[in-house]
């Protein structure tokens, strides 16, 4: 998961960084509240990650201003031997809890995984078979497969695909696109983007009649969503293989 990790003191920062790395998560580090929302202007996060004081506002602070730019980010504040009185400063500011510093490594990636899991966050399993409806994805082969027809993907499909289905329903952030399929590869074009997600949309058959839809969210990413069956039916033009919505609206443009 992309974690944001706002900590002013360098070598704290350092310390956690490399527990977060090790628990398999991709972090970036920020040494104040301003540069952490500055970079929220062209980036997205799963979590935030923030010490009781930022440098240059508090955590009870930044939190809202953080979820004004993405709704319900989950959020954890770091906290030095923490009184009753700051943890519930911190939990009535939007915190969904808090660790006390010095971190344990253990505990505190557990506490990441259950806010992740509470927050309907999902990465795809190590699993080497997974199956979502009529689509099973073979991991160990890198192989798909529609109905008992095998598909060929290359690996960054395969990965790209994995991505959607296992957050199917949820909207995926390109940044999170490009950290699992590109390797946090910030050189890759929105347009290559839009044509690895294309060739899924034909090589998978994703769309209405087969009982998926890949919509493009304006500006964020994608998302893939089950059609019911009773929608299946209606036309093309009412359902379309690719929808662009504004973020947090329904309005298509």
């Not at 798909?144 to 993907?153: E, K």
């Not at 296992?166 to 399929?181: C, K």
């Not at 994703?206 to 069956?229: C, I, K, M, N």
Request: aromatic letters at 8%; a neutral charge; proline letters at 5%.
């Amino acid at each position: 998961m992309r974690i944001a990790l706002v900590e002013p003191d360098a070598s704290q920062a350092e310390i956690i960084l490399r527990l977060l790395i090790g628990g398999g998560h991709a972090c970036q580090r920020f040494s104040s509240g301003t540069a952490f929302l500055e970079a929220l202007e062209e980036d997205a996060f799963d979590l935030l990650l923030a010490t009781w004081w930022c440098g240059d506002t508090g955590a009870d602070d930044l939190i809202p201003l953080a979820r004004r730019a993405l709704p319900g980010l989950p959020a954890i504040v770091l906290m030095v031997a923490p009184h009753e009185s700051e943890i519930v400063s911190a939990l009535h500011g939007g915190a969904d809890d808090c660790i006390a510093k010095p971190v344990r490594g253990p505990e505190m990636l557990a506490r990441i995984d259950a806010l992740l899991r509470r927050a309907g966050v999902r990465r795809p399993h190590n699993r080497a078979r997974q199956v979502f409806g009529d689509y099973v994805f073979d991991s160990g082969r890198s192989r798909a497969s529609f109905r008992g027809q095998t598909i060929t993907l290359t690996p960054k499909e395969f990965r790209f695909a994995l991505l959607l289905f296992t957050n199917a329903s949820r909207p995926v952030s390109r940044a999170r696109i490009l950290e699992t399929v590109w390797n946090l590869n910030r050189d890759v074009r929105s347009r290559t983007l839009d044509t690895h997600a294309s060739r899924l949309r034909s090589k998978l058959q994703l769309s209405p009649e087969h009982g998926w839809r890949l919509a493009t969210l304006y500006g964020f990413g994608y998302q893939l969503d089950r059609v019911p069956a009773s929608t299946r039916a209606m036309s093309g033009e009412e359902y379309p293989d690719s929808v662009v919505y504004h973020v947090g609206s329904e309005e298509k443009l």
